[in-house]
């Protein structure tokens, strides 16, 4: 039977890094739980994100071609490097770094193929994580994540309500989305205050219903849509950085088919794809939004 979460660390004298978002698996069944309702096939490389202790590591070794883990705690390799001998998995690489700074087109290419993306995702990146998976969409098949139940059912909400927002709307345009497992917070090590969801993003073969002319502009609309988003769609794109007068808006909304005085979590990704196309022939001035992500 391996040792505990808890008993590896206090070997080593180490515990759980509250700032890294540090919540290791305790329960080796809910990794393989996972990993047969992902269906890893043999044909698969694996991008694990924050493998820890190697719970989910192992498993997944086991039933892929091989298992790139990123690493950001120097502190934990050691302990990976041990945990994966001591199952007697030999095809994994561990990389020691922070996973938001991967190139992970880059690493596509030097593994010749798509990637699967696995990860129990620390809270305070999940989101950052998102974006950077859907800018890299076509070098990516899928991504089986575990979040927090309050990421999870935003990443998974319909249009209408108070769930669904600027990244819902993002992953929605270019990904299918589909709920595998429930994971209890007392399956975890230290416990976190809410349960986990895993979900299955699935990017490989999915094209928009309605492709945009401009995906960069595309994202810069649903994030201005949102940012004030409890003013009417046309009142929130007047007022941000896009640079759209309020004349040029209402014949674009009119155009596409959208009532003016909706709001922004109403619309969905096709009608955002509609309003975008219809703006086209506007002049956009960008006064901001560098941190904006195309999808």
Excluded: W
């Excluded at 996972?34 to 044909?43: E, H, Q």
């Amino acid at each position: 039977m391996a040792a505990s979460p808890r008993s590896l660390l206090a070997g080593h004298r180490l515990r759980p890094r509250r700032q890294l978002g540090q919540n290791f698996l305790a329960q080796p069944a809910v990794a393989e739980l996972i990993v047969a309702r992902a269906g890893v096939s043999a044909d698969e490389i694996i991008l694990e994100i924050g493998p820890g202790l190697g719970a989910l590591t192992i498993p997944l070794a086991r039933a892929a071609r091989s298992v790139i883990a990123v690493e950001r705690d120097p502190h934990l390799v050691p302990l990976l490097s041990a945990e994966l001998a001591a199952g007697g998995v030999g095809n994994v690489r561990i990389i020691a770094m922070d996973a938001l700074e991967l190139d992970l087109a880059a690493l596509a290419r030097r593994v010749g193929g798509s990637l699967t993306v696995f990860g129990n995702l620390p809270y305070n990146i999940s989101s950052q994580i998102v974006i950077r998976l859907m800018d890299a969409r076509r070098h990516i098949r899928r991504a089986v994540l575990m979040f927090q139940r309050e990421l999870a059912q935003r990443l998974t909400a319909a249009p209408g309500g108070r769930n669904y927002g600027r990244i819902t709307a993002l992953l929605t345009y270019c990904a299918s989305v589909r709920r595998l497992a429930e994971v209890k917070a007392s399956r975890f090590y230290p416990p976190p205050k809410v349960d986990a969801e895993v979900l299955e993003i699935v990017f490989s073969g999915v094209q928009p219903d309605f492709p945009a002319h401009d995906e960069a502009r595309l994202a810069r609309l649903i994030t201005a849509a949102f940012g004030q988003r409890r003013k009417t769609l046309k009142n929130a794109l007047a007022g941000s950085a896009l640079g759209l007068s309020s004349a040029a808006l209402q014949q674009a909304l009119l155009q596409a088919g959208i009532d003016p005085s909706r709001r922004a979590e109403t619309i969905t990704p096709a009608e955002f794809v509609r309003l975008e196309i219809s703006l086209r022939g506007c002049r956009i001035e960008e006064r901001g939004g560098a941190e904006d992500s195309a999808p």
